[in-house]
């Protein structure tokens, strides 16, 4: 994928209602360069996948057919090539998710299921600022690193100094006596606030409720999030504020170790599928 392919990559994710933007697409390609694919059939585009390497993990994303040229073997000669830049960046592991309905096709390609996510989607209600939420701050954002390491098992230092760039106004920090408890990140797109990273300090409810509340409250549109289904306690607090159900996903790996969990943070969400 080069530059010259994002308007068209915008166009096919906006038609499966994706919510990217250009930006999008750009911001990935700068974080990962040479990691994102598009297939062509004689003059046409007719596919794509996007990569995103963070620590020793490469996360395939946005994996998109045009219509009228699927069931072609177009998919997995996409996915192949992901692997293929994978491992020549000696990455220890690829992950993804993927939507329920399509693991097969993933476990076909030696990938193994690890985790359920849920995807919910809504305008939610209750939303309000919260005193002890605040925007990141160049300190902050130091304290949400060594967070984020704890919570999601990986090394993610560049991804979270970009959103922090891009989108400083959507980057919020719980802080309590001094000390950063969780933060949570919203990125916005067309019509849609997309909701992650979001983390939290374990046996903290409280922590994640306000976060949450307080980005809905500085977004005032619809919130899309992808919650691991152990998170029953998260999930109830979502579907209680009106955020409904809209699919559920597969995390599924090749190579490495299951993520670990941390003692300490919960990540409660991951972001759009461009993020993993």
């Known amino acids: 994928m080069r530059g010259a392919d994002l308007g068209w990559a915008?166009?096919?994710?906006a038609g499966e209602g994706w919510g990217f933007v250009r930006s999008d697409f750009r911001r990935i390609?700068?974080?990962?360069?040479?990691?994102?694919f598009v297939a062509w059939k004689g003059p046409l585009r007719v596919g794509m996948l996007t990569t995103m390497c963070h620590g020793r993990t490469c996360w395939i994303g946005n994996v998109v057919i045009a219509a009228g040229h699927r069931g072609q073997g177009i998919g997995g000669r996409l996915v192949r090539a992901a692997l293929g830049f994978s491992a020549g960046r000696g990455m220890r592991r690829t992950a993804l998710l993927a939507r329920?309905?399509?693991?097969?096709?993933?476990?076909?390609?030696?990938?193994?299921?690890?985790?359920?996510?849920?995807?919910?989607?809504?305008?939610?209600?209750?939303?309000?600022a919260c005193p002890e939420v605040v925007p990141?701050?160049?300190?902050?954002?130091?304290?949400?690193l060594v967070i984020d390491?704890?919570?999601?098992?990986?090394?993610?230092?560049?991804?979270?100094?970009?959103?922090?760039?891009?989108?400083?106004r959507y980057f919020l920090v719980f802080v309590e006596g001094g000390r950063a408890l969780g933060f949570i990140v919203g990125k916005p797109g067309r019509g849609l606030v997309d909701v992650g990273p979001w983390v939290a300090a374990r046996g903290r409810p409280d922590v994640?409720?306000?976060?949450?509340?307080?980005?809905?409250?500085?977004?005032?549109?619809?919130?899309e999030v992808y919650v691991?289904?152990?998170?029953?306690?998260?999930?109830?607090?979502?579907?209680?504020?009106?955020?409904?159900?809209v699919a559920t996903f597969i995390e599924m790996r090749r190579g490495g170790r299951r993520r670990r969990r941390s003692?300490?943070?919960?990540?409660?969400?991951?972001?759009?599928?461009?993020k993993g």
Do not use: N, W
């Open 263 to 274: 003692p300490s943070f919960d990540m409660l969400a991951v972001a759009g599928l461009e």
């Open 136 to 144: 990141v701050t160049p300190a902050l954002l130091a304290e949400a």
């Open 29 to 36: 390609l700068d974080h990962t360069p040479g990691g994102s």
């Open 228 to 245: 691991p289904a152990r998170h029953r306690g998260v999930l109830a607090m979502l579907e209680g504020m009106g955020i409904q159900r």
């Open 10 to 13: 915008e166009g096919i994710t």
């Open 208 to 223: 994640a409720e306000m976060l949450f509340r307080a980005l809905a409250a500085r977004a005032g549109k619809r919130l």
């Open 100 to 128: 329920e309905r399509l693991a097969g096709f993933y476990s076909a390609l030696g990938f193994r299921r690890d985790a359920r996510y849920i995807g919910l989607g809504g305008v939610p209600r209750a939303a309000a």
């Open 149 to 168: 390491r704890e919570a999601c098992d990986e090394e993610r230092r560049r991804l979270l100094q970009r959103l922090g760039r891009d989108f400083g």
